[in-house]
């Protein structure tokens, strides 16, 4: 995996604005709706959620990045190697103490294939967790770094993950004897096969603690309330889904951790509506407003701004302000702002405005 200073082609020491700038760019460049290349866009936007965040960004300079494993390779779970993922083990089905039984290790022991299971052992880690979380339009427009808390299995803070207790020396798994494997005989319609297990007392290590810690009892992981930030960027879309690497469930002994994804969702506004980057925004006039023009204060997301209503405005027509939309998450600048003139008939007059208006029949209006 590339470092993500690299991704977005800046130094380690630019700052936050260079940093912003640059994923901007690049982003607006690869984005997959004007052509580009998903798979590098995809790889922009991992590297500026770290980099983005002062935060995220100074652990990423301290510990580096967590890598994931590649891409799945050829295993026996379902027999993969072949067309439809035939599984092997539909044949025997019937027959009774075949049920549980893993002819993965059959092939292995023929052909020569790691198994599945081994792979998994090197790449097993804490379950991924989904959560939503609903923020306001102007949250949306501003950007801002939210603090959710978030009930979880967390790495135990007494042993700090090694599921011994502080001070207690480890030392040579009993079960396997050090080799993190266990071999079992099993006997079927083949034959009597070896079979090679994690060993279930050490997770595969080939060591344990000497004494269990006391708070997991040697888990290595507790249940815990745990307070994370998060970064929202400026511009986000309704229904977009944030990944933080590593946030999820803790992965036990020897384990990495899964990931965090938050899935947003923004709350209907009682004055805007939103159109992709733009705002869109419904202006009430009066007939002598619309019929002569005028000057009005006009609602923003950035506050309060001066319009100039032109002389014989129609309703249904609309002005546009431009550059006051939302920010542009994968791209530079801001939407525009359209305003939709409704030209209001009053329900009732004045006497003083009864006239008024019976004078302006008279003339023809």
Avoid: W
């Avoid at 052909?111 to 339009?137: H, M, N, P, V």
């Avoid at 595969?204 to 970064?231: A, D, F, M, Q, T």
């Avoid at 701004?305 to 542009?328: C, D, N, V, W, Y």
């Avoid at 359209?338 to 029949?361: A, D, G, H, N, S």
Wanted: proline fraction near 4%; aromatic fraction near 10%; hydrophobic fraction near 30%.
């Amino acid at each position: 995996m590339r470092d993500y200073y690299e991704v977005l082609g800046v130094s380690r020491g630019a700052s936050q604005d260079e940093v912003k700038r640059a994923y901007r760019s690049l982003a607006h460049k690869h984005h997959p709706d004007k052509g580009g290349d998903e798979k590098k866009f995809k790889e922009l936007n991992e590297a500026y959620q770290v980099l983005g965040n002062p935060q995220k960004r100074a652990q990423y300079d301290q510990f580096g990045r967590t890598f994931e494993g590649g891409g799945p390779g050829f295993g026996f779970e379902g027999f993969q190697g072949f067309p439809g993922g035939f599984d092997f083990r539909s044949g025997f089905k019937d027959f009774k103490g075949f049920e549980d039984f893993d002819f993965s290790d059959i092939f292995e022991d023929f052909f020569g294939f790691t198994s599945g299971r081994k792979a998994r052992k090197k790449q097993k880690r804490g379950q991924d967790i989904a959560i939503d979380l609903e923020i306001s339009l102007e949250e949306a427009f501003s950007g801002m770094e939210k603090k959710i808390e978030l009930q979880k299995m967390a790495t135990c803070p007494n042993c700090q993950g090694s599921g011994g207790e502080p001070g207690t020396k480890m030392v040579e798994c009993p079960t396997c004897q050090g080799k993190g494997e266990v071999y079992e005989m099993r006997r079927s319609l083949f034959g009597t096969f070896s079979k090679v297990r994690i060993c279930p007392q050490c997770g595969g290590e080939g060591k344990k603690p000497e004494k269990n810690c006391s708070e997991c009892k040697g888990k290595g992981r507790v249940r815990k309330i745990e307070k994370i930030s998060l970064y929202i960027p400026a511009g986000i879309s309704n229904g977009e889904v944030i990944k933080l690497e590593g946030r999820g469930e803790a992965g036990g002994v020897a384990s990495r951790p899964g990931d965090l994804y938050i899935k947003i969702h923004i709350k209907s506004h009682p004055k805007f509506k939103r159109k992709g980057d733009d705002i869109y925004y419904e202006l009430s006039l009066t007939f002598s407003q619309a019929a002569l023009g005028d000057i009005v204060d006009l609602p923003t997301l950035e506050g309060k701004t001066s319009l100039k209503i032109p002389s014989a405005s129609q309703s249904g027509e609309t002005l546009i302000l431009k550059g006051k939309g939302m920010p542009r998450v994968y791209g530079s600048g801001k939407g525009d702002q359209i305003v939709i003139l409704k030209v209001e008939t009053p329900k009732r007059l004045t006497k003083k405005q009864r006239e008024l208006m019976e004078e302006l029949k008279g003339e023809g209006l």
